[in-house]
């Protein structure tokens, strides 16, 4: 059975850091792309950051500098470390594996609340 399960969500102040983490189960994250996306309210789901089967990381305009994509292929987890943490980074943050056109999982959300 395929899931994807994240975790790390947190109200925090400006400025400060997450890590994001999205355990695998049931594929292999090694063999696809994995994205985190996040949702904020009233917005269009957006892309935050990709890993590839190739280790090529790409970042959105909006976070590059402050947030790094990685995966542990032992744990079959993939890791958002976000640091530097702004207001606009509220939102709800999703994990996507992808591979090819027609294959994709999602996970089920972690909220992340920047306030100070």
């Known amino acids: 059975q395929v899931q994807l399960v994240e975790s790390g969500g947190a109200l925090v102040q400006p400025g400060h850091s997450l890590r994001l983490s999205c355990i695998a189960s049931g594929f292999t994250v090694s063999r696809y792309a994995m994205n985190w996306y996040r949702q904020a309210p009233g917005k269009e789901r957006e892309l935050v950051a990709t890993i590839t089967s190739s280790d090529n990381t790409i970042y959105a305009d909006s976070v590059k500098g402050r947030f790094a994509i990685s995966r542990d292929d032992p744990e079959n987890t993939v890791y958002l470390q976000m640091n530097g943490l702004k207001a606009e980074d509220t939102a709800v943050y999703y994990c996507?594996?992808?591979?090819?056109?027609?294959?994709?999982?999602w996970g089920q959300g972690t909220q992340v609340t920047v306030s100070s």
């Open positions: 996507q594996a992808r591979r090819g056109i027609s294959t994709s999982y």
